[in-house]
């Protein structure tokens, strides 16, 4: 009985996500950490189980139709370096999902309510991005679109990868070779990833050597490495478009 007691304690989760998230175990295959999905072609995170026994939600207000993508993109450009996720005089929790919450509020987005039961935050996030806006894998995203990654760390300590979604940040620029720039909360405070989908696998370029895929993941004894690329598991977008100046409409014509 102490012996049970004692590794019960053991078990406490950290780390961005909190809570137990949607559809972990369908990718529990071996203790050996290998890259879950190509990253070409990868599933949406809550299309392969069984949806959940139907549960009481709170009722969720849509983005504004005021909403900009510009006010997002501007405070979380300006909180890269702060290792404190403050807006607007309020202080929002460290991690990657109050980072979200926070630099979408000043868009007058709120995600609260948007879990199930059993979710975790970056799963109550998706399902946002699901219901009000559209997720995707394929295609260019646009900044202040949300990024999506699984199993960027062991959060129940079980040494399997079935943790479903555990982070989340959003696009800041897409660069002309594809390589997608993401801001993000991190252990050591909000900071930019490079990811590219079409090579997930590499670290670098070998011919110019820039960076590609960031390291998300910190690889243990016997695990290969793991990159942004390797774990990216959807897009979701909620904003609306961001209508063009004057200038560009004018460039157009």
């Known amino acids: 009985m102490r012996l049970c007691v004692l590794l019960a304690g053991l078990l406490v989760m950290t780390g961005c996500a909190t809570g137990r998230p949607m559809g972990g175990s369908v990718i529990a295959r071996s203790y050996r950490y290998s890259p879950l999905t190509p990253a070409a072609a990868p599933k949406a995170p809550l299309s392969v189980v069984a949806a959940p026994s139907p549960a009481p939600r709170k ?3 849509p983005p504004p139709p005021t909403a900009r993508r510009e006010d997002v993109l501007a405070i979380a450009r300006e909180l890269v370096g702060s290792r404190k996720v403050k807006v607007a005089g309020r202080t929002w929790p460290d991690d990657c999902t109050g980072f979200v919450e926070g630099v979408y509020a000043r868009a007058g987005v709120s995600f609260r309510g948007a879990g199930v039961s059993g979710d975790n935050g970056v799963t109550a996030l998706y399902r946002y991005a699901r219901d009000h806006g559209r997720v995707f894998t394929r295609g260019k995203p ?5 990024v999506f990654f699984r199993e960027t760390y062991d959060q129940n300590r079980d040494g399997r990868r079935n943790d479903g979604l555990t982070h989340v940040g959003l696009v800041d620029e897409v660069a002309s070779d594809g390589t997608v720039v ?3 909360r991190v252990k050591r405070g909000v900071v930019r990833y490079r990811m590219n989908l079409a090579k997930p696998s590499l670290r670098r370029d070998p011919r110019t050597g820039e960076v590609l895929n960031d390291m998300l993941r910190v690889p243990g004894a016997g695990k290969m490495p ?4 390797q774990l990216f598991a959807s897009y979701g977008s909620v904003l609306p ?5 004057k200038s560009t409409a004018v460039a157009r014509r």
Request: hydrophobic share 30%; charged share 25%; glycine share 10%.
């Open 226 to 229: 793991v990159l942004t690329g």
């Open 142 to 146: 646009k900044p202040g679109d949300l």
């Open 59 to 61: 009722q969720v207000r």
């Open 182 to 184: 993401v801001i993000h």
């Open 241 to 245: 478009e961001s209508k063009p100046t």
